[in-house]
């Protein structure tokens, strides 16, 4: 099994799939029904308990990502974390 087969099948999901896939894993664990995509994290009460459960999510439902590099508190949105967690990556 290719190291890169779960990025690349994550690629081929559309972005109407995943957001609403990191939406409701937001939304579970914040304990409540539904979050807003447009919305800024903080705002959503996301803390830094919940940035680690958020970045083990996304690693599942993203492939490999390195959270060092990962700034989640620069991105506005969901939205813009998924579009950001979606682009190809640079080769270093």
């Not at 492939?63 to 949105?77: H, K």
Request: charged share 20%.
């Amino acid at each position: 099994m290719s190291f890169h087969s779960k990025k690349e099948t994550v690629m081929s999901t559309p972005a109407a799939e995943t957001l609403p896939l990191l939406a409701r894993e937001v939304a579970k664990i914040l304990h409540v029904e539904t979050v807003e995509t447009n919305v800024g994290i903080g705002e959503l009460g996301i803390d830094s308990l919940n940035i680690v459960e958020l970045i083990v999510f996304c690693e599942q439902l993203y492939g490999s990502i390195d959270p060092e590099t990962l700034n989640i508190t620069q991105y506005t949105t969901l939205a813009q974390l998924d579009a950001e967690l979606r682009a190809p990556q640079t080769a270093a």
